[in-house]
């Protein structure tokens, strides 16, 4: 790699087929080849290289930290990719720049949608683009009758659970299900998986506590064990929060009131307030999307943003045409917000929501989805 000339790697980087999981890995391969010949290089890194890297793709652990502290990025050329970096993600309200560097790589992704279909059969349709006045989705039928309860997901793979308390896991790449032992939680427990743990999440409101337990899925007769657990004098109900990983940090939203949130780090296995939300939101839908978390109320009709690494929370433009049964994935850098008949999609970089037809088939609407997200395979 690092002997590759300039044209090759130019072409590398350019290509909408890299395959990366974020535009930070693009950056700092590059630096390795710029630093093999630092000397011969470094000109050609701010004049022909570095314009050609997606900067705007990049999250904010690499954009911050990494990209704009680096010293080949400490040039008149650099500051204005870097600039325009920022500027589209998190300058709201403005126009964004339409170029090559804000173009979202092809690098397999596929929006995947589970549910139940004709008979109970569990079926996974997939796309790669939601553009157009129709969407064209693949079909796979499972051919396994059994109605999904609840869902979770890995890089690789679809977890769901059943109504008959069984957990099956399916491979989309090479469309193999297994099926695993299933210890059911507590009543009214939030589930995510992370790594080879599930954790559920639930509060014992007679006992004035909450409770993070975990369950390893892919072991035989396997029990649930404790992670931790905290009283709360304040806890008045026993609905399930809404939760996700951020970084093997469980967010969990809605747990004492309609803006509380908290936060389960996996590996220190603590329990910590974070700043409430900017207003009540239940229930809602909680997405990560580049370095922030993104809340998105159904009945209350609001949009928030949380950046966990200040603490603070923004709050943006309210979705206009979505109910109380919407669901919400990210797709693409934006967020899908979406039920039978309806979705609508928000752009961060415009701070604006814009109704979406046309995005389920008319043969397969008519059945809930159980969930929609983006995956590769």
């Given at each position: 790699?690092y002997k590759?000339?300039?044209?090759?790697?130019i072409?590398?980087?350019?290509?909408?087929?890299?395959?990366?999981?974020?535009?930070g890995v693009?950056?700092?391969?590059v630096?390795?080849?710029?630093?093999?010949?630092?000397?011969?290089r470094k000109?050609v890194?701010s004049?022909?290289?570095?314009p050609?890297i997606?900067f705007?793709?990049?999250?904010q652990?690499?954009?911050?930290?990494?990209?704009?502290?680096?010293p080949?990025m400490?040039?008149?050329?650099?500051a204005?990719?870097?600039?325009e970096?920022?500027s589209?993600q998190f300058h709201c309200?403005t126009?964004?720049?339409?170029?090559?560097r804000?173009?979202?790589r092809?690098?397999?992704q596929?929006?995947?949608?589970?549910?139940n279909?004709?008979d109970?059969?569990?079926c996974?349709?997939?796309t790669?683009?939601?553009d157009g006045?129709?969407?064209k989705?693949?079909h796979?039928s499972?051919?396994?009758?059994?109605e999904i309860?609840?869902v979770?997901?890995?890089?690789e793979k679809?977890?769901?659970?059943?109504k008959?308390?069984?957990l099956?896991a399916l491979?989309?790449?090479?469309?193999n299900?297994?099926t695993?032992?299933?210890?059911?939680p507590k009543?009214?427990?939030?589930?995510i998986?992370?790594?080879?743990?599930i954790?559920s999440?639930?509060?014992?409101a007679?006992?004035?506590?909450?409770h993070?337990?975990s369950?390893?899925?892919?072991?035989?007769?396997?029990?649930?064990s404790?992670?931790t657990s905290?009283?709360?004098?304040?806890?008045?109900?026993s609905?399930s929060?809404?939760v996700?990983?951020?970084l093997n940090?469980?967010?969990?939203?809605?747990?004492?009131?309609?803006a509380d949130v908290?936060?389960?780090d996996?590996?220190s296995?603590?329990l910590l307030?974070?700043a409430?939300?900017?207003?009540?939101?239940?229930p809602?839908?909680a997405l990560a999307l580049?370095g922030?978390?993104f809340v998105?109320?159904r009945?209350?009709?609001v949009c928030?943003?949380?950046?966990?690494?200040?603490n603070?929370?923004?709050?943006?433009?309210?979705?206009?045409?979505?109910s109380a049964?919407?669901?919400?994935t990210?797709?693409?850098?934006?967020?899908?917000?979406y039920?039978?008949?309806?979705?609508?999609?928000?752009d961060p970089?415009?701070?604006?929501?814009?109704?979406k037809?046309?995005?389920?088939?008319?043969d397969?609407?008519?059945?809930?989805?159980?969930i929609m997200?983006?995956?590769s395979?």
């Open positions: 790699f590759i000339s300039e044209e090759d790697i072409e590398v980087i350019s290509d909408d087929r890299l395959n990366v999981k974020n535009e693009v950056f700092e391969a630096v390795r080849w710029v630093e093999a010949d630092l000397e011969a000109e890194f004049r022909n290289i570095a050609r997606r705007p793709l990049c999250d652990q690499s954009l911050g930290p990494v990209v704009s502290c680096h080949l400490w040039n008149p050329e650099c204005e990719l870097l600039k970096a920022h589209s309200g126009h964004p720049v339409q170029n090559p804000t173009t979202q092809n690098n397999g596929r929006l995947v949608r589970l549910y279909g004709e109970g059969t569990v996974v349709d997939h790669v683009s939601i006045e129709s969407v989705w693949e796979y499972t051919k396994l009758i059994s309860k609840e979770m997901t890995s890089p679809l977890f769901w659970i059943t008959t308390k069984e099956f491979d989309l790449k090479t469309r299900i297994s695993h032992f299933w210890k059911e009543p009214n427990s939030s589930l998986l992370i790594k080879d743990k954790f999440l639930f509060v014992d007679y006992r004035w506590s909450k993070v337990e369950l390893q899925w892919n072991v035989s007769n396997n029990e649930w404790t992670e905290l009283d709360d004098r304040s806890v008045t109900s609905a929060p809404v996700i990983n951020v940090n469980v967010y969990i939203f809605g747990w004492r009131s309609g908290m936060v389960f996996s590996v296995k603590t307030g974070c409430p939300m900017p207003a009540t939101c239940t809602c839908s580049k922030n978390i998105v109320g009945t209350e009709k928030f943003r949380y950046d966990p690494v200040t603070a929370w923004t709050t943006l433009s309210s979705p206009t045409t979505t049964n919407s669901k919400a990210v797709w693409k850098g934006k967020i899908i917000l039920e039978a008949n309806e979705a609508e999609v928000y970089g415009l701070d604006r929501w814009t109704l037809t046309g995005l389920f088939d008319e397969t609407k008519e059945y809930e989805t159980k997200c983006s995956m395979f």
